[in-house]
């Protein structure tokens, strides 16, 4: 009778373990391989971080959801992505944007979908657009800009934004708004 048991248990797990392991149907080139990300040669990544750094130090540093580089074409392209852009004395400016792209060949950077930019000066940016020069470490856009701080409130058409001199300039219907008018009274003379 224990005989019997055990050849039954063993086979039940056997036929169990056949059931489990065997493969429904046949592997066939399109189930083996996922899907194709486009014509080339592709390579695609979740959670991507790229960082450049020159002469020892950090210049700036990109991260994304997801990435997928054409090489072929010698371009990144990214799903939410954010970089960080070290000044001098180590002043900070964030960018995130809902899509990007890395030019391998030139190290430059666009983002673009809703841009935003924090910097570390207190200054908020967002427009549709812009555009990272590696070599000239400028940020450029021909898309309508707002920017924010505490005190004021600038509108224009366009923007060239240094960060190795960390100025910026305001490209066409340049407009602006004072949020906090007292302190330009301040100091001598009256107010009007």
């Not at 048991?5 to 399109?30: K, N, Q, R």
């Not at 040669?41 to 790229?50: D, K, L, P």
């Not at 540093?61 to 990435?67: H, K, M």
């Not at 001098?88 to 792209?101: A, F």
């Amino acid at each position: 009778m224990k005989t019997i048991l055990t050849i039954s248990i063993i086979c039940v797990l056997g036929l169990g373990a056949a059931y489990f392991l065997w493969p429904d149907e046949p592997e066939t080139p399109e189930k083996a391989i996922s899907k194709p990300i486009a014509e080339g040669s592709y390579a695609q990544v979740e959670g991507f971080t790229y960082q450049r750094t020159l002469n020892g130090k950090t210049e700036w540093e990109l991260t994304a959801d997801s990435a997928v580089y054409s090489e072929d074409r010698q371009i990144a392209n990214f799903n939410n992505v954010e970089a960080t852009f070290l000044g001098k004395d180590d002043n900070v400016l964030k960018m995130k944007g809902k899509n990007g792209r890395f030019f391998v060949d030139s190290q430059d950077v666009d983002l673009d979908g809703g841009v935003v930019v924090n910097s570390s000066a207190g200054y908020d940016l967002t427009t549709d657009r812009l555009h990272y020069s590696s070599e000239t470490r400028i940020i450029s856009t021909q898309s309508p800009v707002t920017i924010r701080s505490n005190s004021v409130v600038l509108t224009c058409n366009g923007l060239l934004l240094n960060i190795a001199e960390e100025n910026f300039s305001l490209e066409g219907g340049v407009m602006g708004t004072v949020l906090n008018a007292d302190n330009l009274f301040q100091g001598k003379g009256k107010r009007p």
